[in-house]
């Protein structure tokens, strides 16, 4: 089972990538965002009542679930939206392997865990691969945009390391659907009153690339593969669940090739591979290494 919500999230997520830059253009970042996580949540919602499985939010969890969509489902994809408007969407997907990294940070920030040598020499291997990519990215368009990708990814990342680490205190108090379902919501909620705070509006393109790629990532890439990865979680924990980071780019690199003109050079294969590398490192350090911080 576990390799299987593996293989979910891999693909599901591995194409998502490409989906995002073609909802770049006409509409606003915020409200793309906005649109695919209220029809997600909107699905989630139906099915639930269907079933018969549709629960309220007890109280005391209202405030991580609020957090849950404000670091998942809405600061972690409009960072990401908008990195994919400076820098190839295959690129992207893999500065956002640093989610294992970042993962390991927040064990030390959240879980008073010291990591092994091994993840900091991984997470050291990871840093250098991102210097490389970006190394020749900066060159070709004069710098600006590349950092700016770059930080905006990296930002996204971590929103999305912190979004991991909520997702089991929410698993406290609901359980993982209503959770999601819950959560998407209240996502879709504030990333379209920032939508509506910047723009006035909450426009959509009707367009049919722009209304297949809302619908893919809606209903694959956030209802379906969040399914899956929040399961990962719970069975693996979020660092290595967190693997699934590494794995991905692989799809999105090879589709951002094809449809996107990624040029590679020896740099910036040695960039990938150094990334990727890094982001396993920091995944298959044993845990028996880390010391816990005293009290």
Not at 185 to 202: D, E, K, Q, V
Not at 223 to 248: D, E, H, K, Q
């Amino acid at each position: 089972m576990p390799v299987a919500l593996l293989l979910i999230v891999v693909t599901t997520w591995g194409f998502s990538w490409y989906a995002i830059a073609l909802q770049l253009g006409t509409t606003p970042i915020e409200a793309s965002v906005a649109w695919r996580f209220l029809l997600a949540s909107g699905l989630m919602f139906l099915g639930l009542a269907v079933s018969g499985k549709l629960r309220k939010i007890p109280v005391a969890a209202q405030g991580w679930v609020l957090l849950l969509g404000l670091f998942l489902f809405s600061g972690n994809f409009l960072f990401i939206y908008a990195a994919t408007s400076y820098v190839a969407s295959g690129v992207v997907s893999v500065i956002f392997a640093c989610a294992a990294i970042f993962g390991s940070i927040n064990s030390l920030i959240f879980l008073r865990q010291i990591p092994s040598l091994q993840v900091v020499f991984g997470s050291f291997v990871g840093v250098l691969g991102i210097a490389c990519l970006f190394s020749v990215d900066a060159q070709a368009i004069g710098g600006k945009d590349s950092w700016i990708g770059l930080s905006l990814t990296l930002a996204g990342t971590y929103s999305f390391s912190l979004g991991n680490f909520v997702s089991i205190r929410v698993r406290r108090d609901i359980d993982l659907l209503n959770g999601m379902a819950w959560g998407m919501l209240y996502g879709g909620l504030l990333t379209a009153a920032i939508s509506l705070y910047r723009h006035s509006a909450l426009p959509i393109d009707f367009s049919a690339t722009y209304l297949g790629s809302l619908v893919y990532l809606a209903v694959g890439a956030s209802v379906v593969a969040f399914i899956a990865y929040l399961n990962l979680i719970t069975r693996w924990g979020p660092i290595r669940a967190s693997y699934a980071t590494v794995l991905f780019p692989l799809v999105a690199l090879a589709t951002s090739t094809v449809f996107e003109g990624l040029v590679w050079s020896l740099t910036t294969g040695l960039g990938v591979g150094l990334a990727l590398l890094g982001a396993v490192l920091v995944f298959t350090a044993p845990k028996a290494r880390s010391r816990k911080i005293a009290a």
